[in-house]
């Protein structure tokens, strides 16, 4: 089971849209995808439930209390148009996780609770998607316990790499290695703006083999997409842009198999 961590401290850069879409292309794959929304926005949680504000069960009771509401009470299978999406189920949250995460600061091994709920599902899914809060917070540091691969989009404002370093250096601390799995896309990326573009290039090239070939094209059915509270493959099957997730996701898992040999 591949474990992906979508996380940007910076807010705005498309967190909650490349998780959405990308489970969706991942499900649309074959691959038996999980979403979760560590986010107490809830925005992933309404888009993939189809629409919902309300759920029996939560993130937020796992991180309350993972004895009594383990992980697999809190799943429910990931619905568009009033119809399951076959192969993508979706662990919701609600405005509560910041209360629980805050109270959950005492618990001992607080940064594992995520980790372990998670061991007890390798056998049901391929790929876990989590989509972190733009924060570094006790539900980011889960994400980053639990995570094979961290996926960090950044957009094309020229603030978009602001905070990365310190992100890199976090990550570096709670996996205690420097030598961390982590890639770099462009996301909502414009062609014409070439003179941003140029400036984050060089800014990236840094980075070298972490930046991913792969880039997101900025296309207002992504946003439309989300607020039908549909995928975009659901929503308008004809965009352009689902030919950049499936690239993308192609990427990635070319990345994972590499690093499991």
Excluded at 28 to 37: F, Q, V
Excluded at 178 to 195: I, M, Q
């Amino acid at each position: 089971m591949h474990i992906i961590a979508i996380i940007n401290q910076k807010g705005g850069v498309g967190k909650t849209t490349t998780a959405i879409n990308l489970s969706a292309q991942f499900a649309r794959e074959g691959k038996r995808t999980l979403a979760i929304d560590l986010d107490p926005q809830a925005n992933l949680s309404v888009v993939l439930s189809g629409g919902q504000f309300e759920f029996k069960s939560t993130i937020s009771d796992v991180f309350e209390s993972a004895k009594k509401h383990p992980i697999n009470q809190a799943i429910i299978p990931a619905q568009a148009g009033g119809d399951n999406i076959k192969n993508l189920s979706l662990c919701p949250t609600d405005i509560r996780l910041s209360r629980v995460i805050e109270q959950s600061l005492t618990k001992v091994h607080r940064e594992r609770i995520l980790l372990k709920q998670l061991d007890t599902l390798r056998d049901q899914f391929d790929v876990v998607i989590l989509d972190c809060p733009p924060n570094l917070s006790l539900t980011s540091v889960n994400a980053m316990m639990a995570a094979d691969l961290f996926l960090i989009p950044v957009d094309g404002g020229s603030f978009s790499l602001n905070g990365l370093a310190d992100l890199l250096d976090a990550l570096e601390e709670v996996k205690e290695t420097d030598n961390v799995n982590f890639a770099v896309f462009r996301n909502e990326y414009a062609k014409a703006n070439k003179l941003i573009n140029n400036f984050l290039d060089e800014q990236l090239n840094e980075l070298k083999d972490k930046v991913l070939h792969s880039t997101v094209r900025r296309t207002e059915a992504i946003g439309q997409a989300s607020v039908s509270a549909e995928p975009l493959i659901n929503y308008k099957p004809g965009s352009t842009a689902i030919n950049d997730y499936k690239a993308l996701a192609k990427e990635i898992i070319a990345r994972l198999n590499v690093q499991q040999m």
